[in-house]
């Protein structure tokens, strides 16, 4: 019983990943129980803390528990401790948005993000998931993946089409997985929006694998002007977060 409850409990707080305000019957809906069920768990939720409920709307949030939560696991994460140096280095010469990114259950997860003042849009947040095969940062650890865990996430979060420039078939995605391999970066080339280009690099593992990846972000125009640079710069800071990776283990 205590372990259908903790199940219970663990799928509402983790429906508002999904949809970060609902009413009881969305709760109930998402989480496939009746309105009465759902409404005692919701009630134990916000007691603790972990959630919030707005009277006029009759909505719920997460709460602040869980907001000192996120902000504990976030410090917690090792590569978010031994990348920021870099990041704030890479953040200081070009100005534009950093972030890092590591793979998680079968999703790519933004860790951190750094963002640039002159940036023109608002970056990725921690927490974050990314898309494989558009983002650079799925991109550049996929290129590192063996093949039968690309077809296996391509069947299961096949690319979206979200400009002219994303690439949607197999054979588009292996041959660019390859170069990516062979040049050492990833790009976002307008694929998941048209004026908006990113650069991700592989970041390697105490084991020699790819578990991780980060980018710089920013208008097309602005990277473009300045792209040998941010690439050199972003596999010199992977380099050295890859080696205190492997200093670490």
């Known amino acids: 019983m205590k372990s259908q409850s903790s199940d219970r409990l663990m799928s509402i707080i983790e429906s508002f990943l999904v949809l970060p305000h609902q009413t009881l019957s969305e709760v109930a809906s998402a989480c496939e129980l009746e309105p009465p069920t759902a409404i005692r768990y919701l009630r134990q939720l916000v007691d603790r803390g972990w959630l919030e409920r707005d009277e006029r709307s009759k909505s719920y949030t997460l709460g602040v528990a869980l907001v000192t939560l ?11 401790i031994r990348a920021l140096p870099y990041m704030r280095e890479v953040l200081r010469q070009f100005d534009e948005t950093v972030n890092i990114a590591i793979r998680h259950r079968g999703e790519v997860v933004v860790v951190e993000a750094l963002e640039g003042r002159q940036s023109i849009r608002r970056g990725a947040m921690v927490g974050e998931k990314d898309e494989w095969f558009v983002s650079s940062l799925g991109k550049a650890i996929l290129a590192h993946s063996p093949e039968k865990e690309v077809l296996e996430l391509l069947e299961l979060h096949p690319p979206i089409r979200r400009t002219k420039n994303t690439l949607m078939s197999k ?79």
């Not at 996120?70 to 978010?80: K, L, N, S, T, W």
């Open 70 to 80: 996120g902000e504990a696991a976030q410090a917690a994460q090792p590569i978010r």
């Open 171 to 249: 054979e588009e995605i292996f041959a660019d997985l390859a170069n990516i391999r062979q040049c050492g970066y990833a790009l976002d080339d307008e694929e998941a929006e048209i004026g908006l280009k990113c650069v991700g690099v592989p970041i390697w593992g105490g084991t020699n694998h790819v578990s991780y990846a980060l980018s710089v972000s920013g208008p097309t125009q602005r990277i473009e002007s300045r792209l040998s640079e941010i690439i050199l710069t972003l596999k010199e800071a992977a380099a050295a977060i890859s080696l205190a990776n492997k200093g670490a283990q």
